[in-house]
């Protein structure tokens, strides 16, 4: 080979080798960025995992925690609070009504183990203490005065219903105490229901009328008619 060959062939030569150098680092280097590519894992709890090698941290992603939904308006079936108690009445009036909380349904019943409603008021106030002729709802509201409006929500007023066709006693500002036809003996909330059927509120008059001894025995009810009660056109 001429020195003249030489001179030629050796720039040639130079940049070829370069080009092969180059065209290994970049090999090397895809091959190096192939191996710390992410990889998503799925676990068995749902979850993903990203990773990127083995001496690469683990980075997990959680799945979004739904909220438990809350039904707007939801009302417990009893009340909500300890009610407030006025005093000894007040804690025997409940005691009573506890005491029948589930009793079954019975036109024209005073109890003991079953009721209408206008009878379950009646027998609730006696075993309480507290002596009132025995009637349907519409005698109650006309024997009784009409509750102010601090007293409407207080426990033991009387309230009723469906042109005095229903009546209860109020538990608190939230619900009331009665004998349903289909549920017997329930704490019922103040519902769109009720609230819309509402007649009015009556008070039982406690310091003017006198109040048996609590343990005494509730005096048999006057028979009832069917002329003389008619009530309890409720679910």
């Known amino acids: 080979m001429t020195p003249l060959n030489t001179r030629l062939l050796f720039p040639r030569f130079l940049i070829a080798c370069f080009a092969l150098c180059l065209t290994g680092s970049v ?8 191996s710390r590519q992410a990889r998503t894992t799925v ?3 749902g979850s993903t995992r990203l990773e990127n090698d083995m001496s690469a941290p683990l ?6 925690r739904l909220a438990t939904p809350r039904i707007a308006g939801s009302v417990p079936s009893t009340p909500s609070i300890p009610l407030v108690l006025a005093g000894g009445f007040d804690r025997l009036l409940l005691t009573a009504i506890e005491g029948h909380l589930g009793s079954p349904y019975h036109y024209a019943g005073t109890g003991p183990n079953a009721f209408d409603c206008s009878g379950f008021v009646w027998r609730t106030f006696q075993e309480a203490g ?18 102010t409006k601090a007293e409407e929500g207080k426990f033991g007023t009387l309230v009723f219903f469906s042109g005095l066709a229903h009546v209860g006693i109020v538990a608190d500002e939230n619900g009331f105490y009665h004998a349903s036809r289909h549920h017997g003996v329930i704490y019922s909330p103040f519902n769109e229901y009720w609230l819309s059927r509402i007649d009015g509120f009556r008070r039982v008059p406690l310091a ?16 009832a008619t069917s002329a003389e009660i008619v009530e309890d056109n409720e679910p």
Do not use: H, I, N
């Not at 090999?27 to 192939?34: F, G, H, I, K, P």
């Not at 002596?131 to 509201?141: E, H, L």
């Not at 001894?213 to 028979?223: D, E, N």
């Open 59 to 64: 980075v997990e992603e959680q799945r979004p």
């Open 208 to 223: 003017s009328m006198p109040l048996p001894a609590a343990t005494a025995k509730p005096r048999p009810a006057k028979p």
């Open 43 to 45: 676990e068995s709890d």
């Open 27 to 34: 090999t090397a280097q895809s091959s190096q960025a192939d």
């Open 130 to 147: 507290f002596d009132f002729t025995r009637g349907p709802a519409s005698s109650y509201w006309a024997t009784f005065a009409p509750a």
